[in-house]
């Protein structure tokens, strides 16, 4: 009987609709520099990770509970229906998987014949078995492990007006009056979230409880006891609350300081180049070897996405201008920067990125082929937009060049 009356409840819960995701459309934004598209993935299961500290909750309920006991038949359904409380909190790890930590409890309702907790009102003489009413106070603490199904199975969709979770957990419950009585329990049920805001939902959880036979002070014949309850409360989230769906940033630049540096910078190079060949051509050795010396001081080196590791090309590269250095000017400082790709990682991870790409050529400039660290100058801009041919990947990059 107890097993049916649980199974049911956690059948109707799960006969509730769901919702389904939309996928989020392109999105452009104009300033004065530059247009940023902004396309999502159309994968409505794949989300943006965040970090441990997002995704949290907070919830409270109430609503009513019936324990399933020894001499249930000696009292009625309805007389045996009490007060329930629950207050927990969780965190979701996914869109579709998290945990939560709550707590259950108030008083248990029923009807004992050996007089465990017993109210002194008696329910009949023998042909009730001598039984009396019974009610007792206790508390359950327990962890959930929560599946949202609406998530898994529909995708992730922010502003989704229904959830359905269900859930399974293992807790301890204690008996707080005497005989007092501690106990493991199992819990499963049907966590039912309904959309307020980005912030509030409203819970309605529907969740079945198993428990040794003998919690309420009643030693019988049952493989052992348990209990229902459906309460109803609010459900408050933490920000960072939600996901971001997987995006691809695209940046057309119509004009930064930066990139104009750089495309002068280029342009010097090309009539320098012009100036050498000439030179060369007209056997002046002398002013050739000088023309190199000056021009040789610019050089550009670029990463993998998220990485600061340099690749033996780049090492090569980084070889021969180590070179020119140490037979230039001893007097010249060059200043190496580093540069991130500001469509991808956060402002801090790109700040930090750009960082470690300046120090990774300053080491092996300085380390691996012996240039002078006072000729050396490190300096990071974190994440930029892009600064060669609408590429983000010439944006991650660090940029030696004399000053």
């Excluded at 159309?42 to 909750?57: A, G, M």
């Excluded at 590791?309 to 230039?328: F, H, P």
């Amino acid at each position: 009987m107890i097993r049916k009356t649980l199974v049911a409840a956690v059948a109707i819960a799960l006969t509730a609709g769901v919702g389904y995701a939309q996928e989020q459309p392109a999105q452009e934004t104009q300033s004065g520099d530059y247009t940023e598209t902004v396309e999502y993935s159309p994968d409505k299961y794949k989300v943006e990770t965040n970090r441990f500290w997002s995704n949290w909750f907070v919830s409270a309920g109430a609503g009513v509970q019936v324990y399933f006991g020894e001499h249930d038949s000696q009292q009625s359904f309805g007389k045996r229906l009490s007060p329930a409380l629950d207050i927990a909190v969780g965190k979701w790890f996914t869109p579709g998987i998290g945990v939560r930590f709550m707590y259950s409890g108030l008083s248990y309702k029923g009807a004992t014949q050996n007089g465990a907790h017993s109210t002194g009102e008696s329910l009949g003489g023998r042909e009730k078995g001598w039984t009396s009413k019974q009610k007792f106070n206790f508390f359950n603490f327990h962890f959930d492990a929560m599946f949202n199904l609406t998530n898994l199975f529909c995708g992730y969709k922010a502003d989704r007006f229904y959830n359905c979770s269900p859930y399974v957990g293992l807790g301890m419950a204690k008996v707080t009056d005497d005989p007092k009585k501690a106990e493991l329990t199992g819990h499963f049920g049907i966590y039912n979230s309904f959309r307020v805001c980005d912030a509030l939902d409203i819970n309605l959880d529907i969740r079945g409880m198993l428990v040794n036979e003998n919690f309420d002070g009643e030693n019988g014949k049952n493989w052992g006891e348990g209990a229902l309850s459906a309460t109803i409360g609010l459900t408050y989230k933490f920000k960072q609350r939600g996901w971001e769906r997987g995006k691809t940033v695209i940046r057309n630049i119509y004009h930064t300081d930066e990139l104009e540096a750089m495309r002068e910078q280029l342009r010097k190079m090309g009539e320098e180049n012009a100036r050498l060949r000439e030179a060369l051509a007209n056997g002046e050795k002398e002013k050739a070897q000088t023309i190199v010396k000056e021009i040789a001081s610019s050089n550009l080196i670029v990463f993998e996405i998220g990485k600061s590791d340099l690749n033996n090309q780049s090492r090569v590269n980084l070889g021969m201008m180590a070179e020119v250095i140490k037979r230039g000017d001893s007097s010249t400082v060059y200043t190496i920067t580093g540069y991130a790709d500001a469509g991808t990682g956060s402002k801090a991870r790109n700040e930090q990125l750009s960082k470690e790409r300046a120090e990774a050529v300053y080491n092996c400039l300085v380390e691996e082929f012996g240039v002078n660290e006072s000729q050396l100058e490190i300096d990071y801009k974190g994440g930029v937009e892009n600064m060669f041919y609408d590429d983000p990947r010439m944006s991650r990059a660090v940029i030696t060049r004399s000053k």
